[in-house]
């Protein structure tokens, strides 16, 4: 299995900015995606952006596209989400997430970090 471990979150004002940062240890050889996710109490959890851990392809939800850019650093393991232009809606509990090669869903999750956006 692959561990995660997120960070990066906290308290920013309306429009501005956070970059999260999602640490994968494990069997990472056998990562094919990492994804991030986001949740509100009392909503589904739905997910905000993708990228593939080797090509490199990244996938964007629409409410997010244009402001938030996710990337990767291969040598480190690590999966960032430079978040711009943040609004309050954005707030939530972001969460990182793993797909294996040979798995159809994200079945490693790491704990969740809490973006705050103020108005």
């Known amino acids: 299995q692959v561990q995660l471990v997120e960070s990066g979150g906290g308290l920013v004002q309306d429009e501005g900015s956070l970059r999260l940062s999602c640490t994968a240890s494990?069997?990472?050889?056998?990562?094919?995606?990492v994804a991030w996710f986001r949740q509100v109490p009392g909503k589904e959890r739905e997910f905000v952006a993708g990228?593939?851990?080797?090509?490199?392809?990244?996938f964007y939800a629409d409410s997010v596209k244009g402001r938030f850019t996710i990337s990767r650093d291969s040598e480190r393991n690590t999966v960032y989400l430079q978040m711009n232009s943040l609004k309050p809606e954005d707030t939530a509990v972001y969460y990182c997430?793993?797909?294996?090669?040979?798995?159809?869903?994200?079945?490693?999750w790491g704990q969740g970090t809490r973006v705050t956006v103020s108005s």
């Open positions: 494990g069997r990472t050889f056998s990562v094919f995606r």
């Open positions: 990228i593939s851990w080797t090509g490199g392809s990244t």
């Open positions: 997430a793993a797909r294996e090669v040979q798995n159809a869903t994200y079945d490693s």
